[in-house]
């Protein structure tokens, strides 16, 4: 069994279509494999399809259909969870890859019930508009498939039902997806013989059903569970011939089955449009849905990647209070940019990757949690705790106030450079790779500026107030200039051709090794001289060919 | 111009894919995945020794696209329905190239090329639509 990975998209991809992708079983990679396949969306424009059938898996191999990360040729973004929370959420094949097949009587994914296939599909969007037709109509699934960020839409009043089943009770689930049809004879989720969990789904029939149709039926043997789902327009309750669990859910009807649902809403106030044309799957602040859903099965992350806060909203979609919880939980792609106010928790939690940008105010905790990748950029007012806590690759930046606690407090990479008014405790917490500079006001009232490595040809300028500026070892070419106050100047080593220039006061400008070539100048300050040793300016070892340039004073006698 | 993406061996009985079934259909100039067409394989850099093979490109110029644009639209071959509110029964492959029926000359193509195009005449004698059970050339009267 072989981990398989290959391309889908318009250009330049492994395969041009997702049914050419999955027909390439047997021949490019076999049933045994973990196959995943990473769709990219080159043009914007959704790929249009036949109905595709995944093979019998045998229970062993997988396949995964996923977004790949960053964006498509021409600049458009694979996944449609990174179009942000200002953004309507529907099917938009600008937004992410896209699946539409104009086929009748069939359905886009079709997975037959004597098949034991293991199935996940995250972030892909599927449109279809023919009679009869729906996007999955997956029976064979093996335990662990799994829906997750899904957006589906089929526009013909005669759509049919999906089926998302396993025929041996197998526990799969659905999660943060988003279902919406005008269909008005044809309910949308089924499943048979399935241990079926689906939670934070958002299901709408936008055209009503006037027949008895329901948003989730479970078969004879099946067990369903059904959390913190909306269901809008349909004029039946979900079902079960075996074990039924619902709570939190939220319904147009005057009654659903289990507890703590919200019921008799009006959609259009619950929802920012339940159109087929211009829908909106976001939650409205004003409505029902916030807040009102279980933490206890609530997926951390939403369908854009916003993490839930502690009483997340009923649906595919977290609304979150403008400073709420983290603005960007998972990963933001290349050239991504986030700006505006983020407050409260994290305004980055996850990645960001190569040339993105996130400014702007980022309050209280962490502004970037993770890694910024190379030539990515932090600007903007960056509060309280950590405004980098992790690394930041080969020419990065981060500018602008940095206050209270560690300004950076992982690694910064060659070519990195920190900016602006860092106060409180460290600077910089560890290591500053080669070519990094670190600039501004450096005010601390008990920490340490840098209490890491500066490499070669480093250089930290600025005043850097109280405690120590330098406890670590400045490397090879670094330079120390500004007002250094108070303790120690540098109190590690200053290797060849490093410097110290500026005042330098109170105690020690340099308490230990100087290596070659190494220069100390400026006032040196001291206080408290006493009477056998009134000069204490220097107290560590000089090596060959340091120059010391200064005037020394004392206190009168 | 359409060109019709071609399963090259087979999968497995019915519904799974048969050698010669179109997979995929594209109007000429259609830019096919690296693994789907051995010319964009070698175009991408990849060695002809690592070729997957999984697929045939069949070029037919006589099929404007328009009307072949149908034959992508589903695999149907046939529908099941028994029962209205159970799915419907598909299977893949509805159009099909009888590859076995090739002349010695376009089998080589195929075999070197993994590419072939075929006249209008030719191509409707050899596709077949399992939908209706029969080839196109007598579905299309000609």
């Known amino acids: 069994m072989a981990a398989v990975t290959r391309s ?18 047997g021949t490019d990679f076999v049933t045994g494999d973990d196959v995943t396949l990473l769709e990219y969306n080159d043009d914007g424009g959704a790929i249009t399809e036949s109905a595709i059938t995944i093979p019998d898996l045998g229970g062993v191999g997988s396949l995964t ?3 790949a990360p960053g964006t498509g040729a021409l600049g458009h973004p694979n996944d449609h969870r990174t179009r942000g929370a200002g953004t309507a959420l529907r099917y938009d094949p600008a937004a992410g890859v ?6 009748s009587f069939a359905s886009i994914i079709n997975v037959a019930n004597t098949s034991t296939s293991k199935v996940i599909i995250e972030g892909i969007q599927f449109r279809t508009t023919a009679t009869r037709s729906a996007a999955f109509t997956a029976q064979g699934l093996d335990v662990g498939s799994y829906l997750d960020g899904v957006i589906t839409v089929d526009e013909s009043s005669t759509a049919n039902n999906y089926y998302w089943s396993s025929p041996a009770n197998e526990a799969i689930e659905a999660r943060n997806c988003i279902f919406y049809t ?28 006037p027949q008895a149709c329901t948003s989730l039926e479970a078969g004879p043997a099946a067990s369903l569970s059904l959390y913190n789902c909306v269901s809008f327009g349909f004029d039946a309750v979900p079902t079960s011939a075996n074990t039924l669990s619902v709570s939190h859910c939220a319904t147009d009807l005057a009654t659903f089955p289990g507890t703590s649902n919200q019921t008799s809403l009006t959609p259009g106030d619950e929802l920012e449009n339940v159109t087929l044309a211009s829908f909106d799957g976001r939650a409205k602040s004003t409505g029902a849905l916030p807040d009102n859903a279980s933490t206890t099965y609530a997926p951390t992350l939403d369908i854009l990647g916003q993490t839930r806060d502690g009483t997340p909203t009923i649906g595919a979609y977290e609304y979150l209070t403008a400073g709420g919880a983290v603005a960007i939980a998972g990963t933001m792609a290349a050239v991504s940019a986030v700006s505006g106010a983020a407050s409260a928790a994290r305004s980055v939690a996850g990645d960001i990757v190569a040339a993105s940008t996130a400014t702007a105010s980022a309050g209280v905790a962490r502004a970037a949690y993770a890694t910024l990748a190379a030539a990515s950029d932090m600007a903007g007012s960056l509060g309280r705790s950590r405004a980098v806590a992790a690394t930041m690759a080969a020419i990065s930046t981060a500018t602008g106030a940095v206050v209270r606690s560690a300004g950076v407090s992982a690694t910064m990479a060659a070519a990195s450079t920190a900016t602006g008014a860092l106060g409180r405790s460290r600077a910089i917490a560890s290591t500053m790779a080669a070519a990094s500079t670190l600039s501004g006001a450096l005010s601390t009232f008990a920490g340490t500026a840098i209490a890491g490595t500066m490499a070669g ?8 107030s109280r405690a120590t ?3 670590g070892q400045s490397a090879s070419s670094s330079t120390v200039s500004g007002a250094i106050i108070r303790a120690a100047g540098v109190a590690g080593d200053m290797a060849g051709t490093a410097s110290a220039v ?11 090794v100087m290596a070659g070539v190494s220069a100390l100048s400026a006032a040196l300050s001291v206080s408290r001289p006493s009477s056998t040793q009134p000069y204490i300016t220097i107290r560590a070892r000089v090596s060959n060919r340091v120059a010391i340039i200064a005037r020394l004073f004392r206190e009168p006698s | 111009m359409t060109e019709y993406l071609v399963k090259r061996t087979t999968n497995g009985p019915l519904p799974d894919w048969q050698a010669g079934d179109v997979v995929q259909i594209g109007q000429d100039g259609k830019a096919w995945g690296r693994r789907e067409s051995l010319a964009s394989w070698l175009a991408s850099g990849g060695a002809s020794a690592d070729w997957p093979g999984g697929f045939y490109i069949i070029r037919v110029p006589d099929h404007s696209w328009p009307a072949t644009n149908a034959y992508g639209e589903g695999s149907v071959s046939w ?17 099909s190239f009888a590859l076995s029926e090739m002349t010695a000359q376009e089998l080589d193509a195929l075999a070197v090329y993994y590419s072939l195009t075929l006249d209008e005449t030719r191509a409707n004698a050899l596709l077949l639509d399992r939908k209706h059970g029969a080839r196109m050339t007598a579905l299309l009267g000609a």
């Open chain 1, 65 to 67: 259909i996923k977004p």
């Open chain 2, 79 to 95: 529908v099941d329905i028994s029962d209205p509110d159970d799915p419907m029964l598909m299977a893949q492959g509805r159009f």
């Open chain 1, 182 to 209: 005008a269909s008005t004879d044809r309910g949308r989720m089924r499943c048979a013989y399935t241990d079926l969990t689906v939670s934070n789904c958002t299901f709408v029939a936008t055209a009503g059903s």
């Open chain 1, 8 to 25: 889908v998209g318009k250009t330049g991809r492994d395969y041009s279509s997702l049914g050419a992708a999955i027909a390439a079983y």
């Open chain 1, 469 to 471: 500026s330098m406890a």
């Open chain 1, 98 to 103: 896209a699946h539409y097949m104009s086929a």
């Open chain 1, 502 to 512: 500026g005042a330098i006061g109170v105690r020690r400008a340099v308490a230990v």
């Open chain 1, 457 to 464: 040809v480093s250089a930290m300028s600025g005043a850097l």
